[in-house]
């Protein structure tokens, strides 16, 4: 991939609906052909970002990459409950090991649940779990 992305890769990176980005002009905006949808980011990109972040010895980068694709299938409301869920002296830690559990086995956010445990570990070491 060549920096930066939208000048030189404009055909090659494509929306969650697939949509590619040369497709989403202000035209297309102006005549109804492109949804709020279409201008979402494609797990496929996030992921060619953190593999951009990787071989730049950026590893936090790439992690932080690699959750964003994760919760590219995640509903919008189960991202701001988790939001919610994990200011301090909001949640048990139950209540955040669920949480990790449904992100886990329901949408398959593997690197999103890791996180999720880590803070209730760190949450309840800290006394700011309810």
Do not use: W
């Not at 929306?15 to 202000?26: A, D, E, P, R, V």
């Not at 990790?100 to 760190?122: F, M, R």
């Amino acid at each position: 991939m060549k920096y930066p992305l939208g000048e030189y890769e404009r055909d090659s990176i494509r929306s969650k609906t697939g949509k590619k980005l040369s497709q989403i002009t202000l035209e297309e905006i102006k005549k109804g052909n492109v949804t709020a949808d279409d201008i979402k980011i494609s797990k496929e990109m996030l992921f060619k970002q953190g593999e951009v972040a990787k071989e730049a010895g950026n590893p936090e980068l790439a992690n932080n990459f690699q959750r964003a694709a994760e919760m590219v299938d995640v509903p919008d409301e189960v991202i701001l409950d988790m939001y919610n869920k994990l200011r301090p002296n909001r949640s048990t830690k139950l209540e955040l090991v669920m949480m990790a559990k449904e992100l886990a086995d329901k949408y398959h956010a593997v690197n999103c649940a890791k996180l999720v445990l880590e803070a209730a570990e760190i949450y309840e070491k800290r006394g700011i779990l309810l």
